[in-house]
């Protein structure tokens, strides 16, 4: 006695754009115990159907670009060189920013010394004004003092002073 067997053949394709390799979902239990009466004609020229399973949803056109990418493809050189591009353009400007910053702060600082040079002369000529000695007689008559008579002025030799504080402290 003859039985009828029916054996699944499973068929292995390749998605074109996905790049991955996708069998199709297995039959259930019923049908493969079970062999039906009607059978499907063979495509023609031999070749086996081909039926491609998604099991899993479907991405977006870009997570499939990014995913088609190749460490040779024109694509990833293009967002290689992109990429360093943007990165040397933010460099440059971040040293142009401080270039900039120090500049200005430079300016300041010259200013400042500027001011301050003008300043140290303006008070270089008024120590100058108020040294002169006939200014400081002035300022000494507006103070209520008198010149000195020259019988009160003492001259005293180089080593006088160590002599006039022995004396005055017996």
Same mark, same amino acid.
């Given at each position: =006695?003859?039985?009828?067997?029916?054996?699944?053949?499973?068929? !292995?394709?390749?998605?074109?754009?996905?790049?991955? @390799? !996708?069998?199709?979902?297995?039959?259930?239990?019923?049908? !493969?115990?079970?062999? %039906?009466?009607? +059978?499907?004609?063979?495509?023609?020229?031999?070749?086996?159907?081909? #039926? +491609?399973?998604?099991?899993?949803? #479907?991405? %977006?056109? &870009?997570?499939?670009?990014?995913?088609?990418?190749? @460490?040779?493809?024109? =694509?990833?050189?293009?967002?290689? &060189?992109?990429?360093?591009? $943007?990165?040397?353009?933010?460099?440059? +400007?971040?040293?142009?920013?401080?270039?900039?910053?120090?500049?200005? /702060?430079? %300016? $300041? &600082?010259?200013?400042?010394?500027?001011?301050? /040079?003008? /300043? /140290?002369?303006?008070?270089?000529?008024?120590?100058?004004? &108020?040294?002169?000695?006939?200014?400081?007689?002035?300022?000494?008559?507006? =103070?209520?003092?008198?010149?000195?008579?020259?019988?009160?002025?003492? +001259?005293?030799?180089?080593?006088?002073?160590?002599?006039?504080?022995?004396?005055?402290?017996?």
């Amino acid at each position: =006695m003859l039985t009828a067997e029916r054996t699944q053949t499973v068929t !292995v394709t390749r998605v074109p754009d996905t790049r991955q @390799w !996708v069998a199709p979902r297995p039959l259930p239990a019923a049908a !493969v115990a079970a062999p %039906s009466a009607a +059978v499907k004609a063979p495509r023609p020229h031999g070749k086996p159907a081909r #039926r +491609v399973v998604r099991t899993t949803r #479907r991405k %977006s056109r &870009l997570a499939r670009a990014v995913q088609a990418l190749t @460490w040779r493809s024109p =694509m990833t050189a293009a967002v290689l &060189l992109g990429t360093f591009l $943007v990165t040397l353009l933010c460099g440059y +400007v971040a040293a142009y920013a401080r270039v900039t910053a120090t500049g200005f /702060e430079l %300016s $300041v &600082l010259r200013r400042d010394l500027r001011r301050t /040079e003008l /300043e /140290e002369e303006a008070l270089r000529a008024e120590l100058s004004r &108020l040294k002169q000695p006939e200014a400081v007689a002035r300022r000494a008559q507006a =103070m209520g003092m008198v010149v000195a008579p020259p019988e009160s002025a003492r +001259v005293l030799p180089a080593d006088a002073p160590a002599q006039a504080v022995a004396q005055n402290n017996p």
